[in-house]
């Protein structure tokens, strides 16, 4: 293999290595924490933005990206013997550096194949350094292998990102691309049985979305803004409410 073994791992979470690159690749990563995260954060992206129902992408869709890839400079990583660059320096702080151009460069890619195989991909987001991560609890629910996802508009200007897994039987909203709330107002999770709603979840850091048990079928879920500190019943009418059979029959 002449190129750097590590600049590979973009290619590797895309799964565009041919065998003899990706076994070498595989070896590599037994003694390479670094790459090992790298890829881990690369499919964990990828498969957030191709959680929308696929369609098959044209037979010279790969060739395009890695071609597009190819063409973009990418620096050598930390210790490999290049000079420093403002990207792939640590901060003058001394806290975590930035990530690599390399990183950038496949994110770009699998953002790329996400968009074209998922055939009008709503919602991808821009994966940048400081964007605010959902909880382990709401991540695992989202990138189960069973999940279905569907987003919907709130009555407040937003929207709201809802997976279902069967397999694990919980339910998980990514609430990101939510309104800001002043500091006097939360957003509220219920559960919806008829008449009857039972707060299931206060949103103190809606960035971190929010994981629960899937409700029976007969159970709606809907949101809420309450005052600080949440309510024992809904003080305004939900922003959002649905079915999350419905989300696993879309």
């Known amino acids: 293999m002449s190129t750097d073994v590590h600049t590979l791992s973009g290619a590797y979470a895309l799964n565009a290595l041919v065998s003899e690159e990706a076994e070498e690749f595989r070896r590599h990563l ?25 369609t098959p ?19 050598p990583p930390a210790g490999q013997g ?27 890619a699998a953002a790329a194949v996400a968009v074209l195989v998922g055939g009008g991909l709503v919602g991808v987001r821009a994966l940048v350094d400081d964007e605010p991560a959902l ?36 339910m998980a909203v990514d609430t990101r691309d939510l309104p800001e709330l002043d ?18 979840a206060i949103l103190s850091n809606p960035e971190s979305g929010a994981a629960m048990g899937l409700p029976n079928g007969a159970t709606e879920v809907a949101m809420t803004v309450e005052p600080s500190g ?12 649905l079915d999350p059979y419905d989300v696993l029959e879309s």
């Open 30 to 54: 037994d003694g390479c924490q670094a790459c090992r995260e790298e890829v881990k954060e690369l499919q964990g992206a990828v498969a957030r933005m191709g959680a929308a129902e696929t």
């Open 57 to 75: 992408p044209p037979p010279d869709l790969k060739a395009r990206v890695l071609a597009a890839a190819d063409r973009t400079p990418q620096e």
């Open 82 to 108: 290049a000079a420093p660059s403002p990207v792939t320096d640590g901060r003058a702080d001394g806290t975590e550096p930035a990530r690599s151009p390399r990183w950038v460069t496949w994110l770009a």
């Open 135 to 170: 909880t382990q609890a709401a991540e695992q629910v989202f990138e189960a292998e069973d999940a279905r996802t569907a987003t919907v508009d709130t009555t407040n200007g937003g929207k709201v990102t809802v997976a279902v897994s069967e397999s694990r039987d919980e």
């Open 183 to 200: 500091a006097q107002h939360v957003y509220q999770i219920w559960t919806v049985h008829g008449a009857d709603m039972v707060s299931a």
């Open 230 to 241: 949440g309510s024992e019943q809904p003080t305004t009418a939900p922003i959002v409410q």
